[in-house]
């Protein structure tokens, strides 16, 4: 009997990023998504499996993106949803998933479930 195949995740490499902190494009001193798009190829080369962003969703910024206001939008430091689909094509073209940081439990009280 052969062993049932292992899910992607298991055993994969992931290549953490906050974008806060990565590359900046429009010098504003904050990292965003286009930065992040335009080293997707550095990161390929890295032979990982995919990346893991840190929350990039739309926030009032009082714990820096983990008091998130909408998982729907992006915050407006770190680009528009178009960037955010642009970084999803380009990761899928070298062959790279993509994990998206979903922090729940640090939702902020600005978010209409509290409102």
């Known amino acids: 009997m052969s062993k049932p195949e292992q899910p ?14 990565y590359l900046d494009t429009n010098g504003d001193g904050v ?3 286009p930065g992040i798009r335009r080293k ?5 080369s890295l032979g990982v499996d995919g990346i893991w962003i840190s929350p990039f969703f739309a926030s009032p910024m009082k714990d820096f993106g983990y008091d998130v206001s909408d998982y729907c939008s992006v915050d407006p430091v770190f680009g528009a949803l178009e960037d955010f689909d642009q970084l999803l094509d380009r990761a899928h ?5 993509v994990v998206i940081d979903q922090v729940y439990a640090h939702t902020s009280d600005e978010h209409a479930w509290f409102t």
């Open 31 to 33: 990292g965003d998504l």
């Open 8 to 21: 992607w995740w298991r055993g994969a490499v992931l290549y953490q990023i906050y974008p806060r902190s």
């Open 40 to 44: 997707l190829d550095y990161i390929a």
């Open 93 to 97: 073209g070298y062959g790279l998933k």
